[in-house]
């Protein structure tokens, strides 16, 4: 297939670049390597993409509508899978028209872009985020998911309803992809894996929010491009059996699918980072903090739905992963 991948140089989208690429599709990937986090692990990430067959790229912002609807028109892609955003909870208290520019605008474009090029099937990144203010464990697909608290989470459902109004307008079928603390190597250095093992190897003390009594659905980086693989594999079809009456929120009478990727395992905060500790050889000084705005307590992902239509659900271990992560970052940063 010929697949345009935007954010082909972020951490999702690096590594989703490489199994496409490995299965023989083509990629068209593209990103305007900003500056949020460090640009040189993001041009590092992309120079082992550049030279390989079958995989092109483009520096193009996905919030610049001209540029975009070119791209679109000069490449005409079967199939979409749109992971460029402005990431992160707490910059979103910071910078919000970050998260307008690239989130709202730049999720039209692409909207455009495949309804007017007749795209296949666009995927696109959600988040776990978008559960907001909910309590009832595991967060279901079904739930209702209207109680954001963080700006960022605001306009993942923003997507997720912009997505569902070109599906049932124009019978695009779209899914996202509500994904759950994704971590492992080539990781972003604003995520508390990476942090928290820099500050250690630095002996420098990590900051523990909430006071420790948090729980995280944390996901390993390969789970995470299985289940994208396997999702753009599966155009969605109307769900007959849809109703407004059914409450159900994770289909539609539209092609339209939104699935949870996530461990359905969640991890203890404390636990997590005897984890790190344990790898590294090296206790952490704790700097206990309260939670912060736009963060939640606990996270935990209901796969039912991603096991019932694509038969696969995320099982790589929290040890394991780890492990691989910090593997990576002593080589990576020669520690």
């Known amino acids: 297939m010929r697949v345009l991948l935007t954010g082909a140089a972020g951490f999702i989208g690096y590594h989703t670049t490489k199994r496409l690429l490995e299965r023989g599709d083509e990629v068209i990937g593209i990103d ?10 993001k041009e590092t990430r992309l120079s082992m993409l550049n030279g390989r067959d079958k995989f092109s790229f483009h520096k193009v912002d996905i919030s610049d509508t001209s540029a975009i609807t070119q791209l679109f028109a000069d490449i005409k892609p079967e199939r979409v899978i749109n992971l460029a955003a402005q990431a992160g909870v707490r910059y979103s208290l910071i910078n919000p028209y970050a998260y307008i520019n690239s989130n709202l605008v730049g999720f039209t474009n692409i909207l455009e872009g495949c309804q007017h090029n007749n795209v296949e099937h666009l995927v696109y990144a959600s988040s776990s985020s978008v559960y907001g203010s909910n309590t009832k464990m595991p967060f279901s697909v079904d739930d209702n998911v209207d109680h954001p608290v963080s700006l960022y989470a605001a306009t993942k459902k923003a997507n997720e309803l912009m997505a569902h109004t070109y599906s049932h307008l124009y019978s695009l079928p779209t899914t996202g ?16 894996l990476f942090l928290f093992t820099r500050s250690i190897l630095e002996g420098k003390p990590i900051d523990v929010f909430n006071y420790g009594k948090m729980k995280r659905d944390f996901t390993y980086i390969d789970d995470i491009v299985e289940g994208v693989i396997r999702v753009l594999d599966n155009i969605p079809q109307p769900d007959p059996q849809w109703s407004a009456e059914s409450s159900s929120t994770g289909s539609s009478s539209a092609p339209y699918k939104v699935y949870n990727i996530g461990n359905s395992s969640p991890v203890d905060l404390m636990h997590f980072i005897e984890t790190i500790e344990k790898c590294l050889g090296k206790t952490a000084e704790k700097n206990m903090l309260p939670l912060q705005p736009g963060d939640v307590p606990a996270t935990f992902a209901d796969v039912e739905a991603l096991i019932r239509d694509v038969g696969f659900k995320p099982n790589t271990s929290i040890e394991t992963g780890i492990s ?3 593997s990576w970052y002593r080589e990576y940063y020669q520690v």
């Open 177 to 192: 992809l509500r994904f759950f603390t994704v971590y492992g190597p080539w990781g972003r250095p604003d995520m508390a």
């Open 32 to 41: 305007n390597l900003n500056d949020y986090y460090d640009v040189n692990l």
């Open 324 to 326: 691989r992560f910090i």
